[in-house]
């Protein structure tokens, strides 16, 4: 298989969560750029039939679906979706889900439940769908978006977000055991600050934020949802066949850095 090959999506179906907007819409152009047709789910309709249209411009096909990652009964929807449409899924990348900050002397038990529920309930439930269609095939690759937080502190109120980001840390590696040996590859991603709207708010009300993220991040800038694409297409495709329960950091270089560490000019 020359090099080339390995990459090539061409007839895999992939299904992308929060696939309107930042990182999911970045993975969903990338996987149909090398060749893949894609379900694209998104709570914002408009935002997935923009994301569509993009994927369409390339020749490729694409199912745009409203749903909520949370709720079990619509996940059962995407899937059945894409059941009618595909008949397949040969990749899922797990990339939807807010989360609730407060500090842990405050916050309620409501906004840490929602947050396990967008988190992980959902993305459990996700990979469980995924998952029997694809061990029925014998074959498929699974992507879950964590974050630096399931693996290090941030502070800052993030005690529901890190819990819940451990939790599909440790989801990732069961998974990858449970079900590597018959042909179903689970692997994550963890990003460190990625630019959206949402943290380009939060910076904006708290001026010394972006200095504070950057003085941990040794290349120097914050990331780009474009710096999943790359990432995505290689554990979507063959180029990964022997890449399964790995807890990869997209972080520029965060995790490495001690925290006593300084960076260099």
């Not at 994301?51 to 490729?60: C, E, L, P, Q």
């Not at 079990?72 to 995407?78: A, G, M």
């Not at 449970?178 to 600050?193: D, Y």
């Amino acid at each position: 298989m020359n090099l080339s090959s390995l990459f090539d999506l061409s007839g895999r179906v992939a299904l992308v969560s929060g696939a309107g907007n930042g990182m999911g819409r970045a993975m969903a152009l990338a996987l149909a750029e090398a060749g893949a047709d894609t379900v694209l789910v998104d709570r914002d309709g408009a935002a997935a039939d923009r994301t569509a249209h993009a994927v369409h411009g390339m020749g490729r096909r694409a199912l745009p679906v409203v749903g909520d990652v949370s709720e079990p009964d619509q996940i059962r929807r995407i899937f059945a979706a894409l059941d009618a449409e595909f008949g397949r899924i040969d990749f899922l990348g797990n990339v939807a889900g807010e989360a609730l900050l407060g500090r842990p002397e405050e916050i309620s038990l409501e906004a840490v439940e929602q947050t396990w529920r967008n988190l992980v309930y959902g993305r459990f439930c996700c990979c469980q769908e995924a998952g029997r269609r694809m061990l029925a095939a014998g074959r498929g690759s699974i992507v879950n978006i964590g974050s630096i937080a399931g693996v290090t502190a941030l502070g800052r109120g993030h005690v529901a977000y890190s819990m819940a980001m451990g939790a599909v840390v440790q989801m990732t590696r069961e998974l990858s055991t449970e079900w590597s040996g018959r042909g179903v590859r689970v692997n994550a991603i963890l990003p460190a600050q990625v630019v959206n709207a949402g943290l380009e708010q939060r910076m904006a009300a708290d001026p010394g934020l972006r200095s504070r993220f950057l003085a941990g991040i040794p290349r120097g800038r914050l990331g780009h949802p474009d710096d999943i694409r790359g990432i995505a297409v290689w554990l979507a495709s063959e180029a990964s066949s022997w890449i399964t329960g790995a807890i990869i950091p997209m972080d520029g270089g965060n995790l490495a850095l001690n925290a006593g560490g300084s960076i260099p000019a």
